[in-house]
């Protein structure tokens, strides 16, 4: 069945730093890879889509990329901030032309220490 | 926009009980989504409206759930009767345009069955 890794071991990083989180599938291809953060107590809140096509997309200081050959999707936030402490979540589409679905990895949680 | 309302935000209830768990999409979404979050499996995708018309319903546990849009801006999710292994965060999420864009969650209710 098809599934979505994400490193379960909380990554803890100092101040200023970049922090790289993983996202690894497998058993299919996903045409569309998708970022959320989540901070406790709330719901996910979208952040960055990569399309298959796709190599790199950036916002701000954050950028995802999506290698199909490694079935991998690295997110980067660069010059972290205590206020990047939170868990973000891979969620990777799965479904035919007409019906699809999210299929979400189970977070990693990232503590930016200042 | 107020964003997705969710209510209750929390409810505890004891086992064999109907719960019911509401939803206010945000206005012009025509995607609907209910998600269960545990910490065992991560978020999961339960069901999913298209202009008010289940289209996936295949991570619906049993029949003891159910789910209904009666129109654009409501939605419920039942659960009857209910039991503790149905203890979890509910969220709901809406989206336009595409299954695959992103999705707008909302707040959540903390579900507890004694």
């Known amino acids: 069945s098809q599934k979505i890794e994400q490193n379960s071991e909380a990554l803890n990083i100092q101040e200023g730093k970049t922090a790289t989180l993983t996202c690894n599938y497998t058993?299919?291809?996903?045409?569309?890879l998708q970022w959320y953060r989540q901070d406790p107590g709330r719901g996910p809140v979208f952040l960055l889509l990569i399309r298959e096509n796709e190599k790199e997309k950036r916002k701000e200081r954050l950028k995802v990329t999506f290698d199909t050959t490694l079935k991998q999707s690295l997110f980067h936030i660069t010059a972290s901030q205590p206020a990047d402490s939170a868990t973000y979540l891979c969620a990777a589409y799965h479904g035919s032309s007409n019906t699809g679905k999210l299929i979400f990895g189970q977070g990693t949680t990232l503590q930016v220490k200042p | 926009d107020a964003g997705v309302i969710q209510s209750p935000r929390h409810e505890v209830t004891e086992m064999g009980q109907e719960v019911t768990l509401r939803c206010k999409p945000i206005?012009?979404?025509?995607?609907l989504f209910w998600y269960r979050q545990t910490m065992m499996r991560g978020l999961e995708l339960l069901i999913y409206f298209n202009n008010n018309v289940p289209i996936d319903d295949s991570g619906m546990p049993e029949d003891r759930f159910s789910a209904k849009m009666p129109n654009a801006s409501f939605s419920t999710l039942k659960i009857q009767p209910s039991e503790p292994r149905d203890s979890a965060v509910y969220f709901c999420?809406?989206?336009?345009?595409?299954?695959?864009?992103?999705?707008?969650f909302g707040p959540g209710t903390r579900l507890t069955v004694l």
């Open positions: 999420a809406s989206t336009y345009l595409g299954y695959y864009n992103e999705q707008f």
């Open positions: 058993n299919y291809s996903p045409a569309y």
């Open positions: 206005s012009g979404h025509d995607y």
